[in-house]
């Protein structure tokens, strides 16, 4: 559900900057306030993990479509509203500036997208209750589906509103939200059921961790096999089962083909649409996740799509995307609590 810039004018995609650049401030002033040892290294893992984890695109079958992991939900969960919302603008980030994967004038948007809703309306308003104060495996698997149903139909609706603000490609709006409520509403089943996965794993190791009302600075080391766990899961899955995510279009590449043709548009070359493309461009090391000489050697030939791609430059990416996101979670996490030991 990565936006790309073809679909928002310079005034949506400002407006959201605007308004995603105010919650993490809110966040940032949240988190400050009650962050203990054991979010700041949690933070840098499950961002790295919700980063390899999106790389792997699921196939939805009978559709010609696929779906990936949107990962605010599974952050909520671990971290809490604030931190996930943090953790996920993180990984967010690193992927438009070094891996070209949505737009940077859409950057607000795709933030606002992927991590308001299941961070502050899918995780206090529907999973906690349902969840309730006594979790078990089912009541986890339950709440965690749902909740992550709701929170990408709201993206999704907003994706389709914010295509239609912004007036710049000729989507229309009916049969464009028609495909992509259904189309999401499957991705979030899978989504839901991955992260009661992860959940449950955490739960089992570490029940205390899904209290979010408890500090644990004193027994933060106990959070090591977690920690291990989480990071092994996103070096094996950024550097190797990359390499088998569907071939299939993702959930808003669909509904665009199906609406209108095509799954990609092209976005005006003047202008800040021009501007921020030549900054991505120089920013992407790795655009599409692989090598910059691989990546322009397809741009030049059209080649099949390969199941399984087995490419050196997909397993560096999502290594390197992994180590980015880790070093930019961990970071923030870092600096927060220093500020606020410095205010004590």
């Known amino acids: ?22 919650l993490i401030g809110y966040c940032a002033r949240k988190v400050r306030a009650c962050l ?18 999106q790389m792997i695109n699921f196939s939805i079958p009978g559709t010609g479509s696929s779906g990936h992991l949107g990962g605010g939900l599974l952050l909520a ?27 940077l004038l859409a950057l607000g948007c795709n933030i606002f997208n992927l991590g308001f809703f299941p ?8 999973y906690r209750p349902l969840v309730g104060r006594d979790p078990n495996p089912g009541r986890i698997a339950v709440a965690a589906t749902v909740a992550a149903v709701i929170g990408l139909q709201m993206g999704a ?29 499957a991705i979030g089943v899978v989504e839901g ?13 570490r029940p205390e961790v899904l209290d979010l009302d408890r500090a644990m600075a004193p027994d933060a080391g106990g959070l090591r096999p977690v920690l291990i766990g989480l990071l092994v899961a996103a070096v094996v899955v950024g550097g190797g ?19 209108a043709g095509a799954g990609e548009l092209e976005a005006p070359a003047d202008g800040a649409h021009g501007a921020l493309a030549q900054v991505q461009e120089t920013t992407a090391l790795m655009p599409d996740y692989g090598f910059k000489a691989a990546a322009a050697e397809e741009g030049d030939a059209e080649q099949q799509p390969v199941w399984p791609a087995v490419d050196t430059g997909t397993s560096v990416a999502g290594l390197v995307g992994g180590g980015l996101t880790l070093a930019a979670a961990f970071l923030i996490g870092w600096l927060l609590k220093r500020r606020r030991q410095a205010k004590a």
């Open 119 to 126: 961070c502050f309306v899918a995780y206090p308003l529907v």
């Open 193 to 205: 059921l991955v992260t009661a996965a992860v959940v449950g794993f955490v739960w089992k190791a």
């Open 1 to 22: 559900m990565h936006m790309a810039d073809a679909l928002i004018s310079p005034a949506v995609g400002g407006g959201m900057w605007v308004a995603s650049a105010g």
């Open 77 to 103: 969960i671990l971290l809490g509203p604030s931190a996930a919302f943090l953790t996920i603008a993180s990984v967010l980030t690193v992927q438009a500036l070094f891996f070209a994967d949505g737009g």
């Open 241 to 259: 089962l990359s390499w088998f995510a569907s071939t299939h279009p993702d959930g808003l590449e669909w509904a665009m083909f199906r609406t």
């Open 157 to 185: 609706f907003c994706v389709v509103m914010e295509t239609l603000l912004s007036g710049v490609s000729e989507l229309p709006f009916g049969k464009f939200l028609l495909l992509m409520q259904p189309i999401h509403l």
């Open 36 to 53: 203990d040892d054991r979010r700041v290294p949690l933070m840098g893992v499950l961002g790295a993990f919700v980063f390899a984890a």
